[in-house]
């Protein structure tokens, strides 16, 4: 039990941010998935066999636990739309700037294998090639070349779908 409040106090503060930029910078929803986290890493504490770091395996739970609530909230999202009241629209700029994180969270969440992954840990967990190799048992150089090339899609993508640049 110690163990793990230790893992928690050190860790928590990465799985919040990585998160955090996961669910479009909400933080409440970030706090809940984070706590999910962690309550789904102390179920499955016993079973962690030290192939990766602790901070790639607790990524991964996070990862999952973030698709697990995507794929939960879509299948709530019409029943809550009908229910919401009409509110003031935010200026013009910032539902832009949502619009276009909306779509390019969705561009991202389309990709295939390993590309989405390697992209998910560069952007929102800020991690590195090595650790991203550890986790997807690939070289580190293969994870920076997948990495560039992805990026480089969607920058072009983005720019001739929606007419947005981005820089990633």
């Known amino acids: 039990m110690e163990d793990f409040e230790e893992i928690y106090r050190n860790y928590q503060p990465e799985v919040f941010r990585f998160i955090l930029r996961m669910t479009g910078f909400e933080p409440q929803t970030a706090e809940e998935l984070t706590q999910e986290t962690f309550y789904q890493a102390f179920l499955s504490f016993g079973r962690f066999r ?19 609530f995507v794929r939960k909230e879509s299948r709530q999202r019409a029943a809550v739309r009908s229910e919401e009241p009409m509110t003031a629209p935010p200026p013009a700029a910032e539902l832009e700037q949502q619009e276009m994180l909306t779509i390019l969270r969705k561009e991202i969440a389309a990709l295939a294998e390993p590309a989405k992954s390697i992209v998910e840990y560069r952007l929102y967990a800020e991690a590195g090639y090595s650790e991203i190799a550890e986790l997807l048992h690939i070289k580190p150089n293969t994870a920076a070349v997948i990495y560039r090339r992805t990026v480089a ?8 779908r929606y007419g947005y640049e981005i820089s990633a």
């Open 50 to 68: 030290g192939e990766c770091s602790m901070r790639t395996w607790l990524f991964q739970i996070a990862k999952n636990v973030y698709a697990k």
């Open 153 to 160: 899609a969607l920058r072009k993508r983005m720019k001739e």
